[in-house]
């Protein structure tokens, strides 16, 4: 990944290709991500957006996908998209348009009517900026859910007890990998010393909160 950092913006601009393989199909899809600059970092409301052109790749069917990601500079509609598919043969079958921020419409290139994709849900616009921006989905990441990976780390062992105890503290049930899980005495006998260092108890808590630079996570 290269970044650019400016006074006004921070771009992040990805390196590489993403692979993602569907099993029971056996479908091999690659794509690289497009470049986001965060802009009004030091001052102002935060906001950001894409830029670039999107290629996806069937390598089994050779068949093509490409999303042109409208740059601010260039546009006041920043946040549109556009795109086409293509055959193995490189003939344009399917065409897509949309906004990255709200939804996508695809239709074939014979066809008038256009489909839905997704949609971004109304509530989601109107209460973003009390959650900092984040979605429901985004705000919902941390949800324990069933069939996940044995290294998803909502299974640590010292996210399982705060979620138990509403957030309060941890308990010491194993070590995995080395990694110590904190206990409830641990994080109390830390309180003390983040209180000094923090300036007494934060979040409106009984239990001060303590900093990941102190948990060592």
Known sequence: MD???????????????????????NDHY????PATTIHNIILGSLW????????????????????????YKT???????????YDK????TIQIKGDWS???????VDSET?????????QILEDNKKYYGFSTFSLQLNEPVENTAPTDSRHRPDQRPRKRQGGRG?????????????????CHKLSATVVQLEGGPRHGGSVPYVPRRILGQ
């Open 170 to 186: 941890c308990s010491r049930e194993a070590e995995v990998g080395g990694a110590t899980a904190w206990t409830e005495k641990d």
């Open 114 to 122: 256009w489909t839905d994709v997704w949609t971004l849900p109304a």
């Open 102 to 108: 709200s939804n996508y419409k695809y239709k074939h």
């Open 89 to 92: 043969d490189g003939k344009v």
């Open 48 to 71: 950001n957006d894409q830029e670039g052109t999107v290629t996806v790749t069937n390598h089994n069917t050779g068949e093509k996908a490409s999303l042109f990601f409208t740059p």
């Open 75 to 85: 546009s006041k509609n920043f946040t549109k998209i556009k795109g086409e598919v």
């Open 3 to 25: 970044s650019k950092f400016r006074p006004h913006y921070f771009k992040v601009i990805p390196t590489g290709s993403v692979h993602f393989r569907v099993r029971h199909t």
């Open 30 to 33: 690659s794509w690289q991500k």
